[in-house]
Every structure is written in structure tokens, then in C-alpha cells.
């Protein structure tokens, strides 16, 4: 005989199969919400890893190069660069102070790479520079030519050391850290900014010793514009200095000129898309003896 079930019997045997159906859902969605966040978890850890075992990588290889580089205070005259006819210029501040003298023996031996030598007063910013046929190879590995994504300072490869380009372009990373290029941005800190011994860069060659008198400095959407390594013609870079300067947000009265050979140096600025640049000048040169 068939039985029959009452219209709320019928109601409730529905309302319990919806019930248990949405339940499985929330516990499928429960399941991959956990799934994600433990994904997240461990790829973070694994990223953090990394990252610390690189960090470590870079310091053993600062140590070595602080302990077995020689930097020394050189205190001849040198031959003065462009020299203005104004005699109240700061250019003549600038160019009483010393050289800095590197011994590259060691730095060769460990990398043949190796083309300068790069100090920035109250940075951390006290590298060698090494320089390969691409802009790419230094951005993952470190000093000792392994893998590490710190990578190091370079120098543009399209830029001779030999004879300075009307534009040497620098890289480097700005890691949280404070290493390659990460106290790049002491430089937009007024207690950075307030001591004027700050804008010089010490830059030195196998061939040469340089100083350097900064004129600019700014952060810029990422573009081709400021690295360009030479110019057809004096008005071509005549109007490209003017772009920088009219760029700087910095207060430094700094003259310049299609004459002087600049120094540009070029990093990420809080990982926001934009770099932070800093435009220097030639100043002061010396044979590196």
C-alpha cells in the first residue's frame, strides 16, 4: 500500500536535503579558503627564507671586501674639471676634498668583472662596481657570480670605463635591508640633506680617481629618458640637462653644463613603480696610481 506523507513531511525532507547541500558548500568553500591562506602561508615563509638566506649571502661578502679592501684618503689636488669662472661657486667647496684611493687587486681576484669603486658619505653605499655585456646578469647574481637576488652594483654596459660617457649610469637594488642601493633614499632625508658634505660621490677606477658634485636629484616613472649614455650634440644634451634639473626636488645650487660628464645613479623607489635618480657631476679627477 503507498504511503503517503503529509505536505509538511514533504517541507521538511526538502529543507534537510538544502540544509545538508549547503553545508557541503560551506565546507567545499571553507576547504579552499583554507587551502588559499595556507598556500599564502608557506609561500611566504619560503620567500622570507630565501630572502634571509640572501641577505646572509651579501653580508659575508661585505665583510670580506670591507676587510680586504684598502680605502685611503688622497689628498693630491688632482686636476680640476670644468672649474667656473666664479670663484663663490660651491664647485670650489667641493673639489678641496680628498680622493678616495682603492686597491683593486683583491676586488679582481675575486671578480674580473670589476671596473670601480662607489662610496657615498652617510649611506651604506660603499661597493665595487662590476660591469658585464648585458643590464640583466647582476640584477640575480651577487658579487661572487652566484645566483642571489640582491644582485650587485653595476655599471650600464653600454658605458666605457676607459673614456667616460657624457652620461655613467649606475644600478643597484634598494633592499629592505639597507644593502646595494637601499640607502639610496637617505639622500631625500633632511638630516641627509642639511650637511653639505652629503653631495659628493667618490668614484673610482682602475684608470682613475673621481669626485663627483651631485645636481639633481628625483623619483620618476620608469623610463629610457635619464640613461641615455651620449648625445648626437651639445643642444641634444643641453635640453636633457635642463629636464634634469628642472626635475630636482632637492635644494642644491649646483651649475652644469654640456662639458661636464655626469654620473647617474638609478634604483627602485619603495617598490611603487618609480626610481629614485641622483645626478652628479665630474669635478676632480686623479691617475689612479
Same mark, same amino acid.
Given at each position: 500500500?503507498?504511503?503517503?506523507? &503529509?505536505?509538511?513531511?514533504?517541507?521538511?525532507?526538502?529543507?534537510?536535503? #538544502?540544509?545538508?547541500? @549547503?553545508?557541503?558548500?560551506?565546507?567545499?568553500?571553507? $576547504?579552499?579558503?583554507?587551502?588559499?591562506?595556507?598556500?599564502?602561508?608557506?609561500? /611566504?615563509?619560503?620567500?622570507?627564507?630565501?630572502?634571509?638566506?640572501?641577505?646572509?649571502?651579501?653580508?659575508?661578502?661585505?665583510?670580506?671586501?670591507?676587510?680586504?679592501?684598502?680605502?685611503?684618503?688622497?689628498?693630491?689636488?688632482?686636476?680640476?674639471?670644468?672649474?667656473?669662472?666664479?670663484?663663490? /661657486?660651491?664647485?670650489?667647496?667641493?673639489?678641496?676634498?680628498?680622493?678616495?684611493?682603492?686597491?683593486? =687587486?683583491?676586488?679582481?681576484?675575486?671578480?674580473? %668583472?670589476?671596473? =670601480?669603486?662607489?662610496?657615498?658619505?652617510?649611506?651604506?653605499? $660603499?661597493?665595487?662596481?662590476?660591469?658585464? @655585456?648585458? *643590464?640583466?646578469?647582476?640584477? *640575480?647574481?651577487?658579487?661572487?657570480?652566484?645566483?642571489?637576488?640582491?644582485?650587485?652594483?653595476?655599471?650600464?654596459?653600454? $658605458? /666605457?670605463? =676607459?673614456?667616460? /660617457?657624457?652620461?655613467?649610469?649606475?644600478?643597484?637594488?634598494?633592499?629592505?635591508?639597507?644593502?646595494?642601493?637601499?640607502?639610496? #633614499?637617505?639622500?631625500?632625508?633632511?638630516?641627509?640633506?642639511?650637511?653639505?658634505?652629503?653631495?659628493?660621490?667618490?668614484?673610482?677606477?682602475?684608470?682613475? *680617481?673621481?669626485?663627483?658634485?651631485?645636481?639633481?636629484?628625483?623619483?620618476? %616613472?620608469?623610463?629610457?629618458?635619464?640613461?641615455?649614455?651620449?648625445?648626437?650634440?651639445?643642444?641634444?644634451?643641453?635640453?636633457?640637462?635642463?629636464?634634469? #634639473?628642472?626635475?630636482?626636488?632637492? =635644494?642644491?645650487?649646483?651649475?652644469? %653644463?654640456?662639458? %661636464?660628464?655626469?654620473?647617474?645613479? &638609478?634604483?627602485?623607489?619603495?617598490?611603487?613603480?618609480?626610481?629614485?635618480?641622483?645626478?652628479?657631476?665630474?669635478?676632480?679627477?686623479?691617475?689612479?696610481?
Amino acid at each position: 500500500m503507498k504511503k503517503y506523507i &503529509s505536505i509538511e513531511e514533504y517541507c521538511q525532507k526538502e529543507l534537510n536535503v #538544502k540544509n545538508s547541500k @549547503n553545508s557541503k558548500n560551506k565546507s567545499i568553500i571553507i $576547504n579552499i579558503i583554507i587551502l588559499i591562506f595556507s598556500s599564502i602561508f608557506f609561500i /611566504s615563509i619560503y620567500t622570507l627564507f630565501n630572502w634571509g638566506v640572501d641577505n646572509f649571502k651579501i653580508s659575508r661578502i661585505n665583510k670580506d671586501i670591507k676587510e680586504k679592501t684598502i680605502l685611503i684618503s688622497n689628498n693630491d689636488p688632482g686636476e680640476l674639471v670644468s672649474p667656473p669662472k666664479n670663484h663663490n /661657486s660651491n664647485y670650489y667647496y667641493y673639489v678641496q676634498m680628498p680622493f678616495l684611493q682603492i686597491d683593486f =687587486a683583491n676586488l679582481i681576484d675575486k671578480n674580473s %668583472d670589476t671596473v =670601480a669603486f662607489i662610496h657615498i658619505n652617510n649611506t651604506l653605499i $660603499n661597493y665595487p662596481i662590476v660591469k658585464t @655585456n648585458d *643590464n640583466d646578469y647582476y640584477l *640575480n647574481h651577487s658579487f661572487d657570480k652566484k645566483k642571489n637576488k640582491a644582485g650587485w652594483v653595476f655599471m650600464d654596459y653600454r $658605458n /666605457s670605463i =676607459a673614456d667616460l /660617457s657624457d652620461n655613467t649610469i649606475v644600478y643597484g637594488h634598494s633592499r629592505l635591508d639597507g644593502t646595494m642601493f637601499g640607502t639610496l #633614499k637617505n639622500i631625500l632625508l633632511p638630516d641627509w640633506q642639511s650637511d653639505k658634505d652629503n653631495y659628493v660621490i667618490f668614484l673610482s677606477t682602475l684608470k682613475e *680617481n673621481y669626485l663627483f658634485q651631485i645636481f639633481s636629484i628625483y623619483t620618476v %616613472d620608469v623610463e629610457d629618458y635619464y640613461i641615455v649614455t651620449d648625445f648626437n650634440d651639445n643642444s641634444e644634451k643641453q635640453k636633457w640637462l635642463d629636464t634634469l #634639473k628642472q626635475r630636482n626636488t632637492v =635644494a642644491v645650487n649646483t651649475e652644469v %653644463d654640456v662639458k %661636464d660628464k655626469v654620473l647617474t645613479l &638609478s634604483t627602485c623607489y619603495d617598490n611603487s613603480g618609480k626610481r629614485l635618480v641622483v645626478h652628479a657631476k665630474l669635478i676632480k679627477k686623479q691617475q689612479n696610481i
